[in-house]
């Protein structure tokens, strides 16, 4: 038993060594493609590796086929031909949503120095990505919807909620879980609510959550700047038929 306990702690060690030298090749490589250039000893600094890990890691790369250059001398460093392209992100699929939902919310301003692109752009991101994230990724964009920008009269009264209570929200929307909150209403009026944030919509810059209530065991809307208090409960929540949500709020939105 002695025997193969050793065996194991080796082979667990080994999997987390393989998995420490992937990030740090792959943050080296985003290092690259940031920079024209790079000198060693910045490149070591940001990696805090020492000289000969550094060298190992760039053959590394070399031998993989990346078009890795060095030049000598005063004023030379180490670079990434810049037409290398982009190879498949290693995304989580929190990190693709916030990815597609800024290029949404980038297009629904409606710039005049957009080209008309990012539509593509989302879609190529999108098939970018293995069939089962795609699919997970592609559950939680039918719930975000991206409305009108509000107008003059809702930013009056308009604050950016705080960091914790997002991070919150975004939590509890991701992972289906239920999620309580104190609630202020138009009149100032506050009540403590628990929720299933079943869609998010954007009117930009305001975001709100198209919720189940369980106060009212029906459909309510929830601005987030005016959710003063939110937490996870115990419990989780499955999707309700969309056309509970969607027959109201259809000609306000689109998925992105």
């Given at each position: 038993?002695?025997?193969?306990?050793?065996?194991?702690?080796?082979?667990?060690?080994?999997?987390?060594?393989?998995?420490?030298?992937?990030?740090?090749?792959?943050?080296?490589?985003?290092?690259?493609?940031?920079?024209?250039?790079?000198?060693?000893?910045?490149?070591?600094?940001?990696?805090?590796?020492?000289?000969?890990?550094?060298?190992?890691?760039?053959?590394?790369?070399?031998?993989?086929?990346?078009?890795?250059?060095?030049?000598?001398?005063?004023?030379?460093?180490?670079?990434?031909?810049?037409?290398?392209?982009?190879?498949?992100?290693?995304?989580?699929?929190?990190?693709?949503?916030?990815?597609?939902?800024?290029?949404?919310?980038?297009?629904?301003?409606?710039?005049?120095?957009?080209?008309?692109?990012?539509?593509?752009?989302?879609?190529?991101?999108?098939?970018?990505?293995?069939?089962?994230?795609?699919?997970?990724?592609?559950?939680?964009?039918?719930?975000?919807?991206?409305?009108?920008?509000?107008?003059?009269?809702?930013?009056?009264?308009?604050?950016?909620?705080?960091?914790?209570?997002?991070?919150?929200i975004a939590e509890a929307f991701l992972q289906?879980?239920?999620?309580?909150?104190?609630?202020?209403?138009?009149?100032?009026?506050?009540?403590?609510?628990?929720?299933?944030?079943?869609?998010?919509?954007l009117n930009w810059p305001i975001w709100y959550?198209?919720?189940?209530?369980?106060?009212?065991?029906?459909?309510?809307?929830?601005?987030?700047?005016?959710?003063?208090?939110?937490?996870l409960v115990d419990g989780s929540f499955t999707?309700?038929?969309?056309?509970?949500?969607?027959?109201?709020?259809?000609?306000?939105?689109?998925?992105?």
């Amino acid at each position: 038993m002695e025997k193969y306990a050793i065996f194991w702690h080796i082979n667990l060690m080994s999997d987390s060594n393989f998995e420490k030298r992937a990030e740090r090749r792959a943050r080296l490589l985003g290092l690259l493609r940031s920079e024209d250039h790079w000198t060693t000893g910045d490149l070591r600094a940001q990696l805090g590796v020492s000289q000969r890990t550094l060298m190992r890691e760039l053959a590394a790369l070399k031998e993989a086929g990346y078009p890795i250059e060095s030049d000598r001398g005063r004023g030379g460093g180490i670079r990434l031909d810049g037409r290398w392209g982009v190879e498949r992100l290693n995304l989580s699929h929190y990190e693709v949503i916030e990815l597609i939902l800024s290029l949404a919310i980038v297009e629904s301003l409606q710039s005049p120095l957009l080209t008309g692109n990012l539509k593509a752009i989302k879609q190529k991101l999108f098939q970018a990505f293995p069939q089962k994230q795609r699919s997970a990724v592609s559950n939680i964009r039918k719930r975000v919807m991206i409305g009108d920008n509000a107008n003059k009269f809702m930013l009056s009264e308009y604050a950016p909620p705080p960091q914790h209570i997002s991070e919150r929200i975004a939590e509890a929307f991701l992972q289906q879980s239920l999620l309580e909150i104190d609630y202020q209403n138009e009149a100032m009026e506050r009540r403590t609510r628990v929720i299933e944030a079943q869609f998010i919509l954007l009117n930009w810059p305001i975001w709100y959550i198209i919720a189940w209530d369980h106060l009212r065991d029906s459909s309510r809307v929830f601005r987030i700047d005016r959710i003063k208090k939110a937490k996870l409960v115990d419990g989780s929540f499955t999707l309700r038929p969309k056309e509970v949500f969607t027959g109201i709020y259809r000609p306000f939105y689109q998925t992105i």
